[in-house]
């Protein structure tokens, strides 16, 4: 009796000890308290730890507001800026100033535990949000692949892993599908993406609006300028581009009108081929220049058309 009374101990002991031992999991994301903290490289190299799973997130960009929209950290966003305005859940957020104007005071006000950062943001306030103790991640997203990194490290940050592997699985699905419809093309449309017309301003090499030309199945007109380059009157005539991309929206303060109807109306250009067989695809400009979810929704709107055309 005695041996079995200290082998009933025994077991008890060891339940106990396996639960003592089981991770809790943090509220609504399967994530548990022993995972933290979190420590990795932003896109400035920068280390970023976080203590804890973040719940109050500040986001200094439209393009890094819609990826923790995407996913899915809505209740957890406390700030973001003026230009935020997708989705519309982003407008009833509080405001912290523009892009190179953000106000350090409104940030500090929403008391946040973790900023997420990126180019046309002060780097002193960026900075300064740093030595104040709060983790700052900076992304510089450049191309499609970056912007998988930039979900896949949010998401580690954000303990939203599982939800960030289930974008980007998905995105690179919708990729891949448009790619090989592409490349099915024997004949390459020629196409110029216009971001503005004075200066007339493309998008070259290494820019999203390049890939996602390359990708739908057209070649980029401006391949040989690096990233989005000023380009004169008579380079434009030279390429004759067979199609025309141009930006609407508020990308560059204005809308669709001015552009298109400055080609239309410039004797010098209006002669081009796009202009005189209305080979033109409006794009909004907040989908073309944010590197986030929305660059794929574009990729499959333009994809159809250039093929078409």
Request: hydrophobic share 40%; aromatic share 6%; glycine share 8%.
């Amino acid at each position: 009796m005695k041996s079995g009374k200290g082998f009933l101990i025994a077991f008890c002991l060891i339940i106990a000890l396996s639960l003592s031992l089981m991770p809790a999991t943090c509220a609504g994301e399967g994530v548990s308290d022993a995972s933290w903290p979190r420590t990795i490289d932003d896109d400035l190299q920068n280390q970023v730890t976080l203590d804890a799973n973040p719940e109050r997130i500040v986001s200094l960009s439209p393009s890094n507001t819609e990826v923790l929209f995407a996913l899915g950290l809505s209740d957890r966003i406390v700030g973001v800026t003026d230009y935020c305005t997708y989705p519309e859940e982003a407008l009833e957020k509080s405001k912290v100033g523009g892009f190179s104007t953000v106000s350090i005071e409104k940030v500090i006000a929403l008391k946040p535990d973790f900023i997420v950062a990126s180019p046309g943001n002060n780097l002193e306030v960026v900075d300064r949000l740093s030595t104040l103790g709060i983790p700052v991640y900076y992304v510089e997203a450049e191309d499609l692949d970056q912007i998988y990194t930039t979900f896949e490290k949010l998401g580690y940050l954000t303990g939203t892993e599982d939800k960030a592997t289930e974008i980007i699985s998905d995105l690179k699905a919708r990729e891949e599908t448009v790619q090989k419809e592409g490349e099915a093309l024997t004949k390459k449309p020629v196409v110029a993406h216009v971001i503005w017309n004075d200066p007339i301003y493309v998008s070259g090499k290494g820019t999203f609006q390049d890939e996602l030309i390359r990708i739908a199945g057209g070649e980029n007109a401006f391949a040989d300028k690096e990233g989005h380059a000023i380009v004169n009157i008579e380079e434009f005539v030279h390429i004759n581009p067979d199609i025309l991309m141009i930006n609407s929206g508020s990308g560059m303060g204005s809308d669709d009108a001015d552009i298109l109807e400055y080609f239309k109306t410039e004797p010098r250009l209006s002669a081009l081929s796009a202009i005189a067989s209305d080979k033109i695809i409006r794009v909004d400009s907040d989908k073309a220049d944010r590197a986030g979810p929305r660059l794929w929704d574009l990729l499959e709107e333009i994809a159809p058309k250039i093929r078409e055309m």
